[in-house]
């Protein structure tokens, strides 16, 4: 169905930013936009860590007779104890919540055969995933109740943490929130050859990190609504409260996933250790990076290594600052960037199984060079839920990209409140911030930003092997609220010469390419 999303006012929504931004009044303009303007939360000491970290199971395969893995995911509607005895309603992957963890190698095949248990239309994005449009999981691959889709496609990416989540238009924060989300690990025999933590769950954990909101009883609640967009007061790992975990091994990799819808995080140490990270959104870094904290807005990803001693115990923490998170203390103190939260507490067995020192060379990244982009294209995102002035229109293409060849997309930030940036189907790297080179952390393969307020931020993509005039790819948003409220655009790969014609429903012509230069 042809959707149109309506736009926002800028006057009510441009009113309420101006008095955070003053520091005065904010209760008032918030309440205007139906906002509120939480306190800051800390749960640093108040978690007793006593309930065993959930890991979610390895997704169940077949090989057929092409060659071909298979998955299987179910979407439906149940309901979660959190809190034993006092059960949620709550939706998951072939479960009550969340999903399994699908593991597949570069070179594969894949199949994964989705079916929709829901009362509702909903979709399944792999987030992160080089894949044709048609397969992407996008709001143009809407599953309905009782109905099945089965979309394949080769691995053809290094080995990376991503995940999969839906993707329905004017509904995906809602969709995730209930708890639809799952891992996709991915593996390339470089990878494998490191040596790196590689069991899963036993020295190679997910970690998918969500807030929420509980009742006294332990019944999980709304969450309050605030610019960014529903922040709760707890968080889960793994859909676990108060969880800890138990190591064998004095080297673990941790898979830090930020699965919230709105919330950015600081993840740090309790013992004030540098954080000691390996890879980003699409895969290894070239050398490993120590940082006092690694911040993931949602959608980003980060594998970080932890080595522990026998019998130690130390706290995974968010410690989100107004500095950290580059907002103005008003704006911070009213959309999460002043919390602070204990995630998750790692204890250390008596014995450990010893580990080798971590390679001082990860990973290979080549250079891009910039004498090829061909085409420069810009993306102002608006206080108002607009890219370029424009909400997301279903039956526009906003942007024509010619197939292999090297594009720089110019993300600008141009307010004072928080937002990020998300590109379907390529990694990109980051050219610059502000005008200076990105830093060390941020120097490998990304698929989503958190872009501070009036920075400008350059990246470079190249969008390679799959074309598609009627099928496009989103860019957006990845606060699922600013996206639901249409701070999303489409664009479409094609092959030299050709241009976006048709809507996929056939009722339209699409226009697109309007935002750049050569």
Same mark, same amino acid.
């Given at each position: ?38 306190? $800051? #939360? ?22 057929? /007779? ?12 149940? /309901? ?17 919540? &969340?999903?399994?963890? &699908? ?23 792999? !987030? ?31 080995? /990376?943490? @991503? ?67 529903? @922040? ?18 004095? =080297?673990?990799? @941790?898979? =830090?996933? +930020? ?15 540098? %954080?000691? @990270? ?17 911040? =993931? ?37 009213? +959309? ?51 890219? +370029? ?13 010619? %197939? ?5 997309? #110019? ?19 980051? /050219? ?26 350059? &990246? ?11 099928? $496009? ?20 790969? #094609? ?20 935002? !750049?230069?050569?």
């Amino acid at each position: 169905m042809l959707q149109t999303r309506l736009r926002r006012p800028r006057a009510a929504i441009g009113s309420a930013i101006a008095a955070i931004a003053a520091g005065g009044l904010v209760a008032v303009a918030f309440a205007g936009c139906g906002l509120v303007t939480p306190a $800051p #939360v800390s749960t640093i000491g108040k978690v007793d860590f006593d309930r065993p970290l959930v890991i979610p199971p390895l997704a169940e395969s077949t090989v057929d /007779a092409g060659g071909t893995r298979v998955f299987s995911l179910e979407a439906q509607a149940g /309901a979660t104890e959190f809190e034993p005895g006092e059960p949620s309603d709550t939706w998951g992957f072939n479960g009550s919540y &969340l999903g399994p963890t &699908l593991v597949a190698d570069r070179g594969e095949h894949v199949r994964v055969e989705v079916t929709n248990s829901l009362d509702e239309p909903t979709t399944v994005h792999w !987030h992160g995933m080089h894949l044709p449009p048609e397969m992407d999981g996008g709001p143009h691959q809407m599953v309905e109740p009782g109905a099945s889709w089965s979309p394949e496609w080769d691995i053809d990416q290094q080995a /990376a943490t @991503l995940w999969y989540h839906p993707h329905p238009h004017g509904e995906t924060e809602d969709h995730v929130a209930r708890g639809l989300a799952g891992m996709f690990i991915l593996h390339d025999e470089h990878e494998r050859s490191l040596g790196l933590p590689g069991e899963y769950g036993v020295d190679d954990i997910p970690v998918i990190v969500q807030d929420t909101g509980f009742s006294a009883e332990g019944e999980q609640e709304s969450r309050q609504r605030t610019y960014a967009g529903g @922040l709760g007061d707890e968080l889960i790992v793994n859909g676990t409260r108060s969880p800890y975990l138990e190591v064998t091994d004095e =080297l673990v990799r @941790l898979r =830090l996933l +930020n699965a919230s819808t709105a919330r950015t995080y600081a993840f740090t140490w309790s013992d004030a250790r540098p %954080v000691q @990270l390996i890879a980003t959104d699409g895969g290894l870094l070239e050398t490993s990076v120590e940082l006092d904290q690694v911040r =993931l807005s949602p959608g980003e990803r980060a594998e970080v290594l932890l080595r522990v001693t026998p019998g130690q115990r130390v706290v995974l923490q968010s410690r989100m600052t107004p500095e950290v998170a580059g907002l103005v203390g008003p704006v911070a103190a009213t +959309n999460g960037g002043s919390d602070a939260f204990d995630v998750l507490e790692v204890r250390a067995g008596d014995a450990l199984e010893p580990a080798p020192a971590v390679p001082a060379q990860l990973n290979t990244i080549d250079d891009i060079d910039e004498t090829e982009v061909a085409t420069t294209r810009r993306f102002e995102l608006s206080d108002s839920f607009e890219i +370029n002035g424009e909400a997301m229109d279903m039956g526009r293409i906003d942007e024509t990209v010619t %197939v292999d060849t090297l594009e720089r997309w #110019v993300v600008e930030n141009a307010t004072q409140v928080p937002h990020s940036f998300h590109v379907h189907d390529v990694q990109f790297r980051i /050219a610059s911030i502000g005008g200076e080179a990105p830093p060390p952390e941020l120097s490998g393969w990304k698929d989503t930003i958190f872009t501070e307020p009036e920075t400008e931020y350059e &990246l470079l993509m190249r969008f390679e092997d799959y074309t598609d005039t009627d099928t $496009p790819y989103m860019y957006h948003c990845h606060l699922l609220w600013h996206e639901d409220q249409g701070m999303m655009g489409q664009f479409a790969v #094609v092959e030299p010469g050709q241009s976006a014609t048709l809507d996929p429903t056939g009722s339209a012509t699409m226009t697109g390419g309007t935002h !750049h230069e050569h």
